[in-house]
């Protein structure tokens, strides 16, 4: 099968990253047990903007830490199960470099590296058959679109796992447990070429070596 997975609050706790920067530049915290909805409405626009800069800048991408058993469970995955690995991440494009060295450092395998806002879009190109993502818009937008959705959960995706067919856990193992019937007895599959091949080069797509 083919496995999409974000990055922040999906492969390591974004969150105190974000809010750290929030309190230091702008004195304002973002209480994570309160953000209960996708949008942050504690900042104005710009604000989120340059703390979402900031908290993606090389320096501190490379010293995020996984969350306890992501790496050892998507390695899994990908070398027992024989299912591809595609990260995509809502990060700019020019995060591309220092992201894929941070998955390097802790090797954590991947066939390719997305980097770009249509992630939605992207896991139908490249014919996805599992999202694991914290996005509300992009867990819906998935199941619209005939893909399998899951999630670690937090705040502000608890209502879409509880109204949607959001497969939802606590940790990663638990969500490794979760998604075991619909992974196991699926081999590796040809992965498929993206559309105009070449030409995603310039939205952050990183290869795996």
């Not at 800069?53 to 790496?71: F, M, Q, R």
């Not at 027992?80 to 060295?101: D, F, L, Q, Y």
Request: aromatic share 6%; hydrophobic share 40%.
């Amino acid at each position: 099968m083919r496995i999409a997975i974000d990055i922040d609050s999906t492969l390591h706790h974004y969150w105190d990253t974000l809010s750290e920067i929030a309190v230091r530049r702008f004195g304002i915290e973002l209480p994570y047990e309160e953000q209960l909805t996708w949008g942050i409405t504690r900042l104005r626009p710009d604000q989120l903007h340059i703390c979402i800069e900031e908290s993606h800048s090389d320096a501190h991408i490379l010293a995020g830490t996984p969350y306890p058993g992501a790496v050892r469970i998507v390695r899994d995955w990908h070398d027992a199960g024989g299912h591809h690995i595609h990260v995509m991440s809502h990060r700019e494009e020019r995060c591309a470099p220092a992201t894929a060295r941070w998955l390097a450092e802790i090797g954590l395998p991947f066939d390719d590296l997305y980097c770009s806002w249509d992630k939605v879009s992207r896991c139908a190109e490249m014919q996805i058959d599992v999202l694991i993502d914290d996005s509300p818009l992009n867990l819906t937008g998935a199941l619209e679109r005939g893909i399998a959705a899951a999630t670690i959960a937090h705040p502000w995706n608890v209502e879409v796992c509880e109204e949607e067919d959001v497969v939802a856990a606590a940790d990663w193992p638990e969500l490794a447990r979760a998604l075991e019937p619909l992974l196991s007895g699926h081999s590796r599959a040809p992965a498929p070429e993206p559309v105009g091949a070449g030409a995603g080069q310039g939205m952050g797509v990183v290869a795996a070596k």
